[in-house]
């Protein structure tokens, strides 16, 4: 890839960043829907004949700075936190391919120093 080529692909990278940082909030982690078990005695989840756990509910776990955390989400927030979640995957993959151009513009420079 030539120079005028590399420059315009980080400046793109750099634009589409910037363009999903106002979007709104990213959350990281994973979405999973769950049904629960509550313990009960004679709640309806632990019949013996035909058990119906509680659920479902949305849980999203993550890990920031080291700890692994995780929060349940209401349905109302669902769609919300699905968004944000979207958002911050994008974020992450983008901001990976930003960083591998520069890897890529500084090993092109680096050859070119080498030849001189």
């Known amino acids: 890839m030539g120079k005028k080529n590399e420059a315009k692909s980080t400046n793109e990278l750099k634009r589409c960043l910037v363009a999903l940082l106002e979007e709104g909030?990213?959350?990281p982690g994973?979405?999973?829907k769950q049904w629960n078990v509550c313990g009960m005695p004679g709640c309806?989840?632990?019949d013996a004949r035909e058990p119906k756990k509680h659920g479902?509910?949305?849980q999203l776990s993550f890990t920031l700075a080291g700890k692994s955390t995780s929060m349940f989400i209401k349905d109302a927030e669902y769609k919300q936190m699905r968004s944000a979640?979207?958002?911050?995957r994008k974020f992450r993959a983008l901001g990976s391919e930003l960083v591998q151009a520069y890897v890529r513009?500084?090993?092109?420079e680096r050859k070119t120093r080498k030849r001189h």
């Open 25 to 27: 909030p990213m959350i």
């Open 30 to 32: 994973s979405i999973k």
């Open 44 to 46: 309806r989840c632990k």
């Open 56 to 58: 479902p509910y949305y």
């Open 85 to 88: 979640n979207d958002r911050y």
């Open 105 to 108: 513009k500084e090993r092109e």
